[in-house]
């Protein structure tokens, strides 16, 4: 990519001595007013038809918004009936308030006022363009010219709004767009809000909206909390005004833009769910938000159901939210890397083990569950996968809890079988894996009736646990007996009998798996094989011993399966290598 040398004008900074806004802090939600079904909409492919618009209202009401951009009915037709269809048929509730578009041209005005009548509640918003770029090149008007385009606009708007009063009560308000706000002079911003600000007589009881768009973000965030900063130390009747944010994203950081600018003295963002809007969008309400929530403040809208909401905004929208989107992505609250899955496993633990009133797990600002998102999927497989990670989904899926030592055996055998199948494994498949590699593998021993009881001894006095029963050597069944200090002990003293010598028991682990009638315990041995290295086994049973044993056999047929050792065979297999060895 070439340089672009002196193409492009770089933004102008303010020259502020003592801002104030970076000590400030957020500690309180601004007024939301959403702007999806006209900003929003305008910026669709394929616009939004009635019952999509519809849906997308009903929404944003149970959401909790209490402002809503409902159209420009100046605009078209359809704007127009789209808005009558709200007010006759009683879609807005009395505590909401609707707000409709306009530019500050007489006709469309009138055409507005007339698409609102019936409504109870309405801001009647209106704007031109400030900015010197587009009175350069747009307007071909000098400052004076576009003060008073904005001020015959008021003119006319305080004038039909005492006609609608008093001939119906309804409850109007004026908001105020100098567009393009960033890109004008500030003292010109300022100058031209105050002369509006006049006309439509604002009080501190009657405050006039002042919306102050980033219509084009031109600026890093911190450039836009000055400008705010600026315009609202300089407004000479700070407190008859509401000042309004309407960020766009031309940048990447309308977000960041919206936060910095709300410690500057916003008090109220315009934005839309999941960012949709002209270009490269509105400011997202939905970051916004949920960013206060993990902050602990209470943001007063309700994103407790956000897979939900984001059905219905794919759906009428027809764009899909993307898989890395903040909070509401499919993958957000997903990790790979095998790092990441072992810290959130732990803190998962953590918050289980210490009952901790906050929200303390690594990778996770949010818990999922709060917008209705589960924990299965939290982590998910693949070849990039730790060896924590695998452990975590067995937990999920079917209880096991998998000792930490356990952890890399199993972790590779998955490493393996996601290289191979060369995509990311579900929890099915996990599980899957385990059990043949586990629960289901069947190898050189199986055991058959057996029975363990305890016996003191009358020499010692002490008690003995003794195992009785029969192991299938390939198929040929031997009757085995063992004692020893408990049943793990007796079983690997019974197996010296057909030849299974040189095994040590170095760890066990067990916990119950289900509950009631058909409860049944699940055991983890680690046992040191004969010659080098260990290898773990698994047990399930009703019964707790049975689990044990049936753990140990598995540990030594999955040893004899990968060669660790040389047992399998039988006691007189043994004694004739030895022989064959002695003879040589």
Not at 7 to 30: G, M
Not at 293 to 320: A, G, H, W
Not at 382 to 390: D, F, M, R, V, W
Not at 470 to 484: D, F, L, N, P, R
Request: contains cysteine.
């Amino acid at each position: 990519m070439k340089a672009p040398i002196k193409k492009y004008v770089p933004f102008n900074e303010l020259n502020i001595a003592d801002r104030k806004w970076p000590s400030k802090k957020i500690t309180k939600a601004p007024i939301w007013c959403s702007v999806d079904l006209r900003d929003g909409n305008q910026a669709l492919v394929t616009p939004m038809q009635m019952e999509e618009k519809l849906l997308l209202f009903k929404t944003l009401l149970d959401i909790g918004f209490k402002e809503i951009e409902v159209g420009f009915p100046s605009a078209s037709d359809t704007e127009f009936e789209i808005i009558r269809t709200l007010i006759e048929q009683n879609y807005i509730p009395d505590d909401v308030t609707v707000q409709v578009l306009v530019q500050a041209r007489p006709e469309l005005i009138k055409r507005t006022f007339e698409a609102v009548k019936g409504a109870k509640n309405v801001i009647v918003h209106f704007y031109n363009s400030t900015s010197a770029l587009q009175r350069k090149v747009v307007f071909k008007e000098e400052k004076a010219g576009i003060i008073k385009i904005a001020v015959d606009g008021a003119k006319l708007i305080h004038q039909l709004t005492k006609e609608e009063v008093a001939n119906s009560g309804m409850n109007i308000r004026y908001e105020y767009s100098p567009e393009s706000f960033t890109g004008t002079e500030m003292d010109f911003a300022v100058e031209i809000c105050e002369a509006v600000m006049d006309v439509l007589e604002a009080t501190e009881e009657h405050p006039v909206i002042l919306n102050l768009p980033s219509t084009v973000e031109m600026s890093t965030p911190n450039t836009y909390a000055d400008q705010i900063e600026y315009f609202c130390s300089k407004l000479k009747n700070r407190k008859a005004a509401t000042i309004s944010l309407h960020p766009h994203n031309d940048r990447g950081t309308g977000v960041a833009a919206t936060e910095l600018a709300l410690m500057a003295g916003g008090d109220r963002v315009e934005g839309t769910l999941f960012g949709n809007g002209e270009r490269t969008g509105n400011v997202d309400i939905v970051t916004l938000a949920l960013n206060m929530y993990t902050q602990n403040i209470d943001p007063k809208l309700d994103f407790s159901n956000i897979r939900e909401i984001k059905e219905v905004c794919e759906k009428v929208t027809k764009m899909r939210v993307h898989e890395r989107h903040p909070y509401a992505g499919e993958l957000v609250f997903t990790a790979f890397s095998g790092s990441h899955q072992d810290a959130i496993r732990k803190g998962f633990e953590y918050m289980a083990n210490t009952k901790s009133p906050y929200w303390e797990v690594p990778y996770l600002p949010i818990n999922p569950a709060d917008v209705n998102r589960e924990y299965e999927p939290v982590i998910r497989i693949n070849s990039q996968s730790g060896k924590g990670g695998a452990a975590f989904v067995l937990q999920q899926a079917v209880g096991y809890h998998l000792p930490k030592e356990m952890h890399p055996e199993f972790g590779n055998v998955v490493k393996a079988a996601a290289d191979a199948f060369g995509d990311e494994l579900s929890s099915i498949q996990i599980v899957e894996l385990f059990n043949k590699e586990y629960v289901d593998f069947k190898g050189v021993y199986s055991l058959g009736k057996h029975k363990v009881y305890e016996e003191s001894d009358s020499t010692d006095e002490e008690t003995h646990t003794h195992f009785e029963g029969t192991v299938a050597v390939k198929g040929v069944t031997t009757e085995i007996s063992g004692i020893g200090n408990g049943p793990i002990d007796a079983f690997f003293n019974a197996l010296q009998a057909i030849g299974v010598e040189g095994y040590e028991f170095i760890n066990y682990h067990e916990h119950a798996i289900s509950r009631g009638s058909d409860s049944k315990a699940i055991s983890y041995i680690e046992l040191k094989v004969p010659g080098d290295g260990h290898i773990f086994g698994i047990g399930i049973a009703s019964n707790i011993n049975l689990a044990s044993i049936l753990g140990v056999l598995n540990a030594i047929n999955r040893a004899i399966e990968q060669k660790l050792g040389d047992s399998g065979k039988t006691k007189g297999e043994i004694k004739k290598e030895r022989k064959a060895k002695k003879a040589m």
